[in-house]
Structure formats: C-alpha cells, structure tokens
C-alpha cells in the first residue's frame, strides 16, 4: 500500500468542514514548485511582500493603529478602512511564510519569529494589531481616533464591518500558516463583540456598506466550529437587499443597487452596482451554500455568475465598466478604453468562482479563474513587483492624458487608496491552493503549474505536474500515490478555448471519459505512471459579441489562455495604433522571445494602415505584460480591415 499522506502544507483560504455540501474539496497539499507562477510569487515573495510594512508605515496606516493602542494621535489617510490594508498584507505574509517554510509551525507559541524578515514584521504588526484593540473587542481605528462615540453610526460608508472581514481572514491564515493564536483571538473577540450587536434576535439591525464579513465568518466558523459565525454571516447576508443603507450627510446615497441593498441575493436578476462589492457578497453566499446545502442559495448563484460572464466581463476576465461607482455597467457595455476593470474586483471574481467550482464541480468556473488569472489580475503588478494598477482598461489612445489620482493608466508605487496591492499580494501568495481539488473517486487538477498536489480522505492521492505552460502545451502528470486496491480517477480540465487535445496514457486497460470540461481517467495505478496532455496552442483571433457596441467590428489575438495586446513601443517607429487595421484571415506566427519582458512568446501579423493604406508588421504582447516599458498607446481588440 503505497503512502498516501500529503505533504506538509497547511489548508488554504477555504477549509470544509465534513459535513459541507460540495462536489469537491480543496486539495490537502498543494505546491507550486516552478514556470510561469513560480517566477511570479518568487517576486511576490522577495518584493512586493517584504515592502509592505514600509509602505503601510509611510502611508499612515501602523500609525493609526498605534494611536490607538496608545490612546492619543491623529488619524493619518483619507479613508476609514485604512486598516484593511495591514489585514490583507497580514494575511498574505502569513500564506507566504507557510510556503517558505514548508509547514506550519506547532500550537506552542514558543516559536522566535528572529529579529528581522517577513516573520519578524508578522510579529510586529500582530502584536500592533492586538495592542490597539478595545476591552470589549472592537477594533478599527478610524472610529477609535478620528471619530470615538461614532462607531456603528455610519455603516453605509464606514467599513467597520469590511475591516473586521479582513482582520478575520488574516487571523485565520495566520493560525493555520503558524499555529499560534494571537491574532486569531483577535479576530474570536471582536466577531463575538460583533454577533452581540447585530446577530439575529439583537437591537441593531444593520448590514455593511462593502460586503467581505459574509465570506471571513464562514471561515472563521471553519476554523473555530463555533456555529454562531455561520449563522451570522447568514444573517448579514440574507438582511442585505431591504433598503438598510442609505448614505450619510458626509457622502450622499448612490442608490441601494449600489451596494447591493435592492433585492435580495436570491431574487436579484444580475450582478449590478460597486462590483467588488458584489462579488465578495456573492463569495460570501457561495461559502454559505456549500456549508449549509441551501438549494436556493446555489441556484440563484448559477444565474447571477451566468449573467456576469454573458453579459459584463471583459475578454480579460476583469469586470467592472464604470469609473463612476467602481460598477458594473449595463448588460454588453464593455467600452475597452474606458474599463475601469479594478484590479480588485478580478480577485474577488477568483475567489467567487473557485468557491462556485467546488460547490458545483463545474469546469466553466475554474476556464474564467484561469483567464482572469493570466490576464485581468496579473496585469495589476509590474513584473518587477514593485508598481501597481488599480485599473485595467483594455485601450490606452495614443494621445493619452492620464487621470489624476489611483484611477490612472500608468503604474503607480502605491495609492492613496491601496487596496489593491496587498490584495494581489494574499491571492499570489495563496495561488497554490487554487489549482487542484480532490473528492472520494480522486484528484482534479483546474490549472496547471508545474508542483506537487494531493488530496485525503476516500479519494486520497498524489500528483507531480511538469509543464511550460501558458508558453507551451504539454502538460505532464505523474501519479505518486493511489490506492492499490481500487480504482482511482485523474481529471484534467480541458480549457474551453482548447479546439484540440491528445492524451497519453499508461499501455494498460483504463476507462477515459469526457466529461464536459474534463478528461477523465480511470484505472488501477501504479506509483510513477505517467499522464501527457497536449493542448493545441493555436492563435485565435476572437471576434467580440455583437452587442457590445464598443469592440463590434474588432478582433482581438488570443494564444491558450493569454489575451495579447499592441503596445506602441513595440510596433514601427512613429505609427500610431488608432491607424491599425488587422484582417480575420491575416497569418499569425507565434515566436519565443526569452530577452523580452521576462521571457515571453510574441505573436506577430501583418496589419494594415488605414490612414496610408499600406502594410505593416504587427507585434503582439501578453495584455499581463503591459505597461512596464516607456508610457505609450496600448489596445488589445485591433478593428478589422
């Protein structure tokens, strides 16, 4: 009987309990050893990471916290929810240590974190952290400093229940990344301080202005087994849709679509308003659905994330049409140039549809992970790790004038409203415990990046992956550990851009059946049995959907799971990429660049001038890789000639 235990990784952002109501579960163990997310969390680690703490003390946030550990001080920043930031950055250092180290530390306490590093600055802001908490378990610094004898008076803009769903999060990875409880106590005082304020049966009838609490106490419930933090996070989110948030004298009311307070969840026809908003409330109902089996709940999730992949995402996965609210826009109006496509607001996308996956064990959820992955978050960070987008249009005009503030087009060191650094930051430093799942007939692998995956319980196994991929198709697996004495199944999802696959299985009697999206093999295995998938890494020149009036009449280039886009430093000197035409049956060839950007494949055509009515040669660049040359003119759909 070979050994089937995992190795020794720690569970990730989503722990089921037993009894939870999915087709899946998370992987036991997962790893990502090398390629393209290696290199990429290599700079999450060793960059964006590590300067975290200097940025948060320069921008006032550690500031505010130890005003109000000391009771004294002013408020530094422009926001209430400046301690979100320290939460999420918390959070993704906790997930990183657990992949430096390999394994969690023990229970005891007793570990020295040293005196300097990412553990030494976990420590600090920790014990930062709990010094500024009340006796009575509240914490969040804006109503602590700025504004005392306010706090829940103004929950439509306030965030105090945001930041309490951040502080959570980091609290849980922390405990399950270290094993130590200092933060995690925290967070237990202050969401038993928040349940004795608004949980069911209490005086106070409110909800928060920015959903991210739903999905934290579900957590948080995973993590303690205290019942009464699912049953709060129920509570919130089935209060929400009754008109409980109106706006305040300070900022006026955008209207209850807004922050989703017009229908309930399950009666709401499409996914509408501030979309980061809507997007953490509905991966707040998908972890309610999977722990309580509500058969309501899930079908009204299908519909909303039909609706919002039909209707309002980009071809990069972002979402979010409008600058103004930050908000999705009206079915199809998808303008490229004018994208607002907060880099926030793909990982809140991720996160929803990874829960939608499990739940449903459906491939659709896992093909939108895997485009916004490469695409619409990735293109959030320069590849140096150190600058950021807070937007991710699609089109850069070539007289560009950029926005003043965090909504311009040009990479920014930090922001003044930096929520989406330390956000990028936990999902890279998590990404591991995205890419496989396992249920009691095997393992499911949903992305492909070269590490070790494993899965326990009735379906227990383990799997190396070796593979070049996005750059090329080849997809290897090796099967470490199965059961001896039965069958078990290996399913590989095949991305739905995929026209063509070929698949490699051991010479001996299996059962390999397509199941829509995966490919699925089973057998009797052998420990060190292989598995060669081969995807067709065809260029595709995508015509949009003819309603959306923006991009009708334009095509943009595909390649496996990459969007690709022009940038003008790329092309011949002096052209200008609002003069460029492409045909649908111009060649494509696609070419290894290794000195470009990192090491990337290019993909070049020839296009056509309108305004001369000549030839030119055409190059074209992952849309991840945007932006970190010299400024200039971008587009990813090209008009047709």
């Given at each position: 009987m070979p050994d089937l235990t995992p190795p020794p990784t720690p569970p990730g952002p989503i722990r089921l309990r037993a009894h939870a109501h999915t087709a899946l579960r998370p992987a036991a163990a997962a790893r990502i050893t090398g390629g393209f997310w290696a290199a990429r969390r290599h700079i999450n680690a060793s960059v964006s990471i590590p300067q975290g703490p200097e940025r948060l003390e320069q921008a006032g946030n550690l500031a505010n916290l130890r005003a109000a550990a000391e009771g004294s001080g002013t408020f530094?920043?422009?926001?209430?929810?400046?301690?979100?930031?320290?939460?999420?950055?918390?959070?993704a250092a906790s997930w990183q240590l657990a992949d430096d180290s390999g394994k969690p530390a023990d229970d005891s306490g007793d570990d020295d974190p040293?005196?300097?590093?990412?553990?030494?600055?976990?420590?600090?802001?920790?014990?930062?952290?709990?010094?500024?908490?009340?006796?009575?378990?509240?914490?969040?610094t804006y109503y602590q400093v700025a504004r005392p004898g306010r706090r829940w008076s103004e929950l439509d803009w306030g965030h105090e229940l945001y930041c309490a769903g951040h502080l959570i999060q980091a609290a849980v990875a922390h405990h399950r990344t270290t094993g130590r409880r200092e933060l995690l106590d925290v967070a237990i005082r202050f969401a038993t301080y928040i349940d004795s304020v608004f949980g069911p049966g209490e005086k106070d009838d409110g909800?928060?202005?920015?959903?991210?609490?739903?999905?934290?106490?579900?957590?948080?419930?995973?993590?303690?087994?205290?019942?009464?933090?699912?049953?709060?996070?129920?509570?919130?989110?089935?209060?929400?849709?009754?008109?409980?948030?109106?706006?305040?004298?300070?900022?006026?009311?955008?209207?209850?679509?807004?922050?989703?307070?017009?229908?309930?969840?399950?009666?709401?026809?499409?996914?509408?308003?501030?979309?980061?908003r809507q997007l953490y409330l509905l991966a707040g109902a998908a972890d309610l659905a999977m722990e309580t089996g509500d058969a309501s709940l899930r079908e009204a999730l299908e519909r909303l994330w039909h609706a919002m992949t039909a209707e309002k995402t980009y071809v990069t996965g972002g979402v979010g049409a409008r600058h103004e609210g930050e908000a999705?826009?009206?079915?199809?109006?998808?303008?490229?140039?004018?994208?607002?496509?907060?880099t926030c607001a793909a990982i809140a996308s991720v996160q929803w549809s990874w829960r939608m996956a499990l739940l449903t064990g459906e491939t659709r959820y896992s093909d939108l992970i895997e485009r916004t992955l490469y695409n619409g978050f990735l293109s959030g960070v320069s590849l140096d790790g150190d600058r950021w987008l807070y937007v991710n249009p699609l089109q850069v005009r070539d007289d560009h004038e950029p926005l003043p503030g965090d909504g311009t087009a040009r990479r920014t060191p930090w922001f003044r409203c930096a929520c989406c650094p330390p956000n990028m930051m936990r999902l890279l430093a998590s990404l591991p415990h995205y890419v496989a799942s396992g249920d009691t007939e095997g393992l499911q692998l949903h992305q492909y990046a070269p590490g070790g995956y494993a899965t326990d319980g009735a379906g227990a196994g383990a799997v190396t992956v070796e593979t070049d991929y996005p750059w090329k198709g080849r997809v290897t697996v090796t099967v470490d550990a199965a059961p001896a004495d039965r069958d078990w199944?290996?399913?590989?999802?095949?991305?739905?851009?995929?026209?063509?696959?070929?698949?490699?299985?051991?010479?001996?009697?299996?059962?390999?059946?397509?199941?829509?999206?995966?490919?699925?093999?089973?057998?009797?295995?052998?420990?060190?049995?292989?598995?060669?998938?081969?995807?067709?890494?065809?260029?595709?020149?995508?015509?949009?959907?003819?309603?959306?009036?923006?991009?009708?009449?334009?095509?943009?280039?595909?390649?496996?799971?990459?969007?690709?886009?022009l940038e003008s430093v790329d092309?011949?000197?002096?052209?200008?990429?609002?003069?460029?035409?492409?045909?649908?049956?111009?060649?494509?060839?696609?070419?290894?660049?290794?000195?470009?950007?990192?090491?990337?494949?290019?993909?070049?055509?020839?296009?056509?001038?309108?305004?001369?009515?000549?030839?030119?040669?055409?190059?074209?660049?992952?849309?991840?890789?945007?932006?970190?040359?010299?400024?200039?003119?971008m587009r990813v759909w090209i008009p047709v000639s």
């Open positions: 530094s920043g422009d926001y209430p929810f400046q301690d979100s930031d320290v939460h999420k950055w918390l959070e040293g005196d300097d590093g990412p553990a030494a600055d976990v420590a600090r802001l920790v014990s930062l952290v709990s010094a500024a908490q009340d006796p009575d378990g509240y914490l969040q909800i928060c202005g920015h959903p991210e609490i739903e999905t934290a106490l579900v957590e948080l419930y995973r993590e303690t087994g205290e019942r009464r933090f699912l049953d709060l996070a129920g509570h919130f989110t089935h209060r929400r849709g009754h008109g409980l948030l109106a706006g305040n004298a300070d900022r006026p009311d955008p209207g209850p679509a807004y922050w989703q307070d017009h229908l309930p969840v399950r009666e709401a026809p499409t996914v509408t308003g501030h979309a980061v999705f826009g009206e079915p199809f109006e998808l303008p490229p140039d004018r994208a607002y496509a907060e199944t290996l399913s590989l999802r095949i991305p739905s851009w995929c026209a063509e696959f070929t698949v490699t299985a051991p010479d001996r009697q299996d059962r390999t059946e397509t199941d829509p999206g995966w490919l699925r093999i089973r057998r009797r295995w052998l420990p060190g049995e292989r598995v060669v998938l081969d995807l067709a890494l065809d260029v595709r020149l995508r015509e949009p959907d003819p309603r959306v009036d923006a991009v009708r009449g334009c095509l943009a280039v595909e390649r496996g799971p990459l969007v690709y886009c092309q011949e000197a002096g052209l200008r990429l609002d003069d460029v035409t492409l045909a649908p049956t111009a060649r494509t060839v696609a070419e290894n660049r290794p000195d470009l950007l990192g090491g990337i494949t290019v993909v070049t055509a020839v296009g056509r001038l309108r305004s001369q009515g000549r030839e030119t040669r055409l190059t074209a660049v992952p849309y991840y890789a945007w932006a970190n040359r010299e400024d200039g003119a």
